[in-house]
C-alpha cells in the first residue's frame, strides 16, 4: 500500500463516531484499551508508517466499524491516493 495516511484519512472521515465527530487519537487509544496508541494514530495519518501491522487495523476496524477489507480495496475505480 503505497500510502497507509492517506487511506486511514478517508476511512476516518466517512466512519465517524457515533455522534458524528472524527475519531481522535486519544478516543481509539481509549476504545482500543490503549491497543492502538494515540502516537500509532497520528504516526498513521502523517503517513509515516508503511506497514502498520494487521492487528493494529484489525483493532482499528473494530472499534470504528471499518469493513477490514475496506483497507484493501480500490472503490470503484477511485485511487486511495
Not at 466512519?15 to 497520528?42: C, M, N, P, Q
Request: net charge negative.
Amino acid at each position: 500500500m503505497e500510502d497507509w495516511g492517506r487511506r486511514f484519512e478517508l476511512l476516518r472521515d466517512k466512519y465517524r463516531r457515533e455522534d458524528g465527530s472524527k475519531w481522535s487519537g486519544a478516543a481509539i487509544e481509549r476504545a482500543t484499551g490503549g491497543a492502538v496508541s494515540g502516537h500509532f494514530v497520528s504516526a498513521l495519518a502523517r503517513g509515516k508508517l508503511q506497514d502498520p501491522g494487521i492487528g493494529k487495523m484489525y483493532a482499528l476496524s473494530e472499534v470504528m466499524g471499518i469493513p477490514l477489507e475496506e483497507w484493501f480495496e480500490e472503490k470503484h475505480g477511485e485511487s486511495w491516493e
